[in-house]
């Protein structure tokens, strides 16, 4: 018998000739055999399990496509993966390869306590060790929940195989009282309504019913369709695969799109990988579009934690770049909550691409993307029909509803590390440069228990300050720095008040709050760790400035005293009844949630794991 494939079987003989050594760098389902000592018997074993599948041997010599499923019963972003995951395939099919699923976590923002964010790094450990465990030469990533698609480039870039993004797309709006509505701008906005006696029980009741009426991601710029804008300015997703709905016929031709391209992404080789296409110049256009999209501050945190996965870009970009670019970028998408429309409008105005070309004189044109050409020569070739100025929810460069800098970072004595403030969602624009009384909640418990009590002492001036929800002092970062104007003061008419914490808020929300304060008010060298009632908070955003009006004297005599009862709880080694400070308690905490702990970052590094950050390189 011959050692070649037989013409009247298809079996490839040659895979059982012991002489031949196997070549495992030829892709296909031949790569990243299994260790069991005899190369040629981890193929004859992993070819008896590929036609377990009911898969001939042919399919060894196709290129693998790997699609990550990460569809869950709890994952209502989600709802649409199964039919993306079909069209993805018919394109893989269509170029000549092989799609494979495989499942990775799947994160959802409502149902996962305490939140999303303290599962992201895990996902994306999860992502990039099955991308490179198995036999797959590239992988579509299919995501859309707001930390799904972060946690996905987090782990395709540390694994370097070819990686496309399909995102599950936004949902429609619904309707109430003929007006539309939609998640999540408008949960708030009506929640906030409610709170304030506005509305009644029946009419919330009435408004839940509409806020997420479809499968898909928030239908407003919030993280997720922030995250998607990202991808296709990153090079790394079609230009339609931002915009088009969850349920629409548009978004399962991006999805099979998406197929065909991960297959011709193969046969480009080297040049397509992330860390080869991916420059600093790809994640300038990313915060270039962040700002003149009115991106979600959370975007800015999962920026840095990509960045600083890729070895020739970690540590070049930074909170400091993010400032710069948004001064030069104005405000140009007319979305909630920036704005007054929602997803569905930006996509029959154009989507991306129009948003591209109107940036053009702002990109850096040359940034590869995964068709294999240039973002430049992607926009030429692109067909975008003409919207009339009125129906558009585009503004023109020259005609901003924002000049710059939608999203600023501030320094000074209160934030050394930073901290950013979405400016363009400020209800209250005085607030930008105020100084007020600070009232200071010292986590989520005190916030729930104080914040309508009579005795609160604030008012329209004060600033209400939430500590311990940063990556530590409350594991994951909660989005809960969107403090509740107190009842009391949201029934006379205050819609926002200055708000500082070191936690998240939602992209979807918006109001005049200072989030991400590094470092966290956990660290014992923190500044906001220390603030109390009556201290003078300024925020300054035209001066990027953040601070308490003490002298260092105080800071220092305020650390001093916060470090000796930390080390006091430290010495009673959790004793019965007694919690803890979570910077100490963390030593010791068995688990996820204790590698979590002493291995995040700040958030001004991204909130990763230091394990998991890339080594900088110079590629000359």
Known sequence: MGTETGTSTGINYSDYDLERPIDTEAGGMRQGLTSYGDAHFSLFLRKAFIKAMGYSDAALARPVVGIADTRSGFNPCHGNAAQLIDAASRGVLLAGGIPVTFPTVSLHESFASPTSMLFRNLMSMDTEE???????DAVILVGGCDKTTPAQLMGGISANKPVVHLVTGPMMPGTHRGARIGACTDCRNNWASYRAGAIDIEEIAAVNDELAPTAGTCGVMGTASTMACILVALGLMPFKGATAPAVSAARLRV????????????AAGEQLRPQALL????????????????????????LLAIANRHPAVAGAITLDTVDAVGRATPLLVDLKPSGANYMTDFHASGGMAALLRKLRPLLHLGALTVSGRTLGEALDA????????????????AEPLYPASSLVVLRGNLAPGGAVVKASASKDRRLLKHTGRAVVFAGPADLARRIDAADLGADADCVLVLQNIGPVGNPGMPEAALVPIPRSLAAAGV??????????????AGGTVVLHVAPEAADPESV????????????DVDARSLRVELSDDEIRARQQARRARMEGEGEGEGEE???????IARKKMRGYRGLYMRSVNQADQGADFDFLRAEPRNLG
């Open 495 to 508: 819609a926002d008040v200055l708000r500082v914490s070191d936690g998240r808020m939602s992209g979807t």
């Open 130 to 136: 099955m991308i490179r465990a198995q036999p797959v």
């Open 255 to 266: 999805a099979e799109e998406t197929g065909t391209t991960a297959v011709r992404m193969i």
């Open 382 to 397: 692109e067909t975008v029909p003409p919207v009339p100025r009125s129906l558009s929810c585009i503004q023109p460069l």
């Open 279 to 302: 420059t600093r110049e790809s994640f300038l256009n990313a915060i270039t579009v962040l700002q003149a999209i009115g991106g979600s501050t959370n975007a800015i945190v999962h």
């Open 528 to 539: 906001l760790g220390i603030l109390q009632d009556g201290d003078l908070v300024t925020c």
């Open 577 to 583: 009844g007694k919690k803890q400070h979570p910077w």
